[in-house]
């Protein structure tokens, strides 16, 4: 199956800096990548979504990449806070019904 | 809150028991999954219902049976579990296939001693 890497697998950044999570993938066929956050003890909570179709989207402090040549996309994080630690997961569906996840990123803020 | 409700939170189970969790939501998805989370892992897609039909198995062992008796409720029947099947279970619905964006609940913590 197609394999989505991740990294970091952790990072620590002080609050009010930028935060930024990189996925690649082998496959081609994907047309649809989310990135989940998942706070501790909780299930896993879309946060910002890109199609195919699109370079980049922004919301407020999140941003997302995508480089279909390059075949990697980016989640950023600017003005990190106290709320912004957690575990944070991209993913893509390849073709098929299924969404691969990577591997994910525990993300802490260090007040 | 979430929109996905699941019971219980937590589980603790022998391997001779027979149990069941059970998965709610009613934002009006067509599709349902049960995902397996494992500690510092992501959650690996076990089964997906569509329509209330089942889709995708992921060759998972007999052990675990899905049911969906209506558009709104997801189950998942346990019977003798293993404890490696210790984990976080994790149901999701969308509104169609897996296209769009999933909604979790919170999980159900099984313990198989």
């Known amino acids: 199956g197609e394999n989505v890497e991740q990294h970091p697998s952790t990072l620590s950044v002080q609050e009010g800096d930028s935060a930024v999570i990189k996925c690649t993938y082998s496959?081609?066929?994907?047309?649809?990548f989310p990135w989940y956050k998942q706070e501790l003890g909780k299930g896993p909570q879309l946060i910002i979504d890109i199609r195919s179709n699109v370079g980049e989207k922004k919301d407020q402090r999140i941003a997302v990449t995508l480089n279909k040549t390059a075949k990697h996309f980016s989640l950023h994080i600017t003005e990190t806070q106290p709320e912004d630690s957690a575990v944070y997961f991209c993913?893509?569906?390849?073709?098929?019904?299924?969404?691969?996840f990577g591997t994910g990123t525990r993300l802490t803020i260090i007040p | 809150d979430t929109e996905v409700t699941q019971t219980p939170k937590h589980l603790v189970m022998g391997m001779t028991n027979k149990k069941s969790l059970k998965c709610e939501q009613h934002?009006?998805?067509?599709?349902m999954y049960w995902y397996k989370q494992k500690a510092k892992k992501p959650p690996e897609l076990m089964f997906v219902y569509s329509y209330e039909k089942l889709s995708i198995n992921e060759s998972v062992p007999s052990r675990f049976s899905p049911e969906c008796p209506n558009s709104s409720l997801l189950n998942l029947h346990l019977h003798a579990l293993q404890p490696e099947d210790s984990a976080l279970y994790l149901c999701?619905?969308?509104?169609?296939?897996?296209?769009?964006?999933?909604?979790f609940g919170e999980g159900s913590r099984l313990t198989v001693l």
């Open positions: 993913a893509g569906n390849f073709g098929n019904e299924k969404l691969t």
């Open positions: 496959d081609s066929a994907s047309n649809y």
């Open positions: 999701a619905s969308s509104q169609a296939s897996q296209t769009g964006e999933l909604f």
């Open positions: 934002m009006g998805h067509r599709a």
